[in-house]
């Protein structure tokens, strides 16, 4: 099935209530806790001013979980997560209390999310497309406002979505960025 | 029995080994396909659960690797969804079964049972 960035946005805007379901329900799977997840608000920016917000925000400290995919158009999914929002879904994971910086264990579980939450909206998107798509191994940074980002075109258009994480009486925010790359971006 | 988790997120061999040193396994980590290659040489494991994606040597090629040592080597593979292509190529290099992740450990546990040999009391 042929589609351009236009219309593969539309349809990841119209996806993002399912995906965070699926992403859920696999979160739940996986770890045995109650997650759940919303979109609280989607919105479709370009990537400078998504730069220009985070490095406005004096270049507070992040948690970025960057993943690929691949298939009918290549795509960025970013994972966005304040420390302290990201200590309390480790926390929650792991079932212990875990402390800042996150270690390599706590580095990697905040990955899976990313896996998780990246595979469950490829997957709505495969059903719809009827085409598989692969994630790549997703990759966190750690670091000062937009350095944790990938480097995208400046024009690039990118779907924000604020997601709240729900998980054993915990409740954070999260902002899911995604991506569909135009010709030439990477 | 001693199981070689192969996977390279922490996060993933931290929860499996909790889930099966509880079950009495003895367990024993690798965090690439050449790592796991290495380790299932030196350790002889009973059964091997492998991730596809990994850096360095993936999965794949792992299992092909362990299984040119060793044509009996029981190897489970450990995929995303989506991977099915991958599973299919998998289980034709040898694999003995498959997981989708995100998995529930009685799925786990299930497979294990399937490719080990029954203990003799």
Redesign the interface.
Known sequence: MEANVEQVMSIWGKICGPGLEEASR??S??T?LSFTMEDKAVSEVEWKDILDKFDARHAAELYAVNLGATGLIPTRIILIFSPENSRRLVSA??GEDVPLPLD??????L??VG??VG??F??VF?NIFGE??????PQVRQGQGSSVFPVLPARQKVLVTEALFRVTGETLWGEIMIAPLTKGAK | MTILIVD?????R??LKKLLTGQGFAVEEASDGKEAVARYQALNPDCVLMDI???EMSGIDALQEIRRIDPEARVIMVS??????MVIQAIQHGAKDFIV?????DRVLSALTKVLPVQKS
């Open positions: 696999a979160l799977r996986m045995g994971m792991m390599d264990v706590g580095l990697s579980a990955g899976e896996n998780v595979t469950a490829l997957n495969a598989v798509f692969e994630p790549t191994v | 390279d997120a922490a996060f993933m931290m929860r994606t990994m850096p995303a969804l989506g991977q099915q292509a992740k995100p998995y529930e450990p």
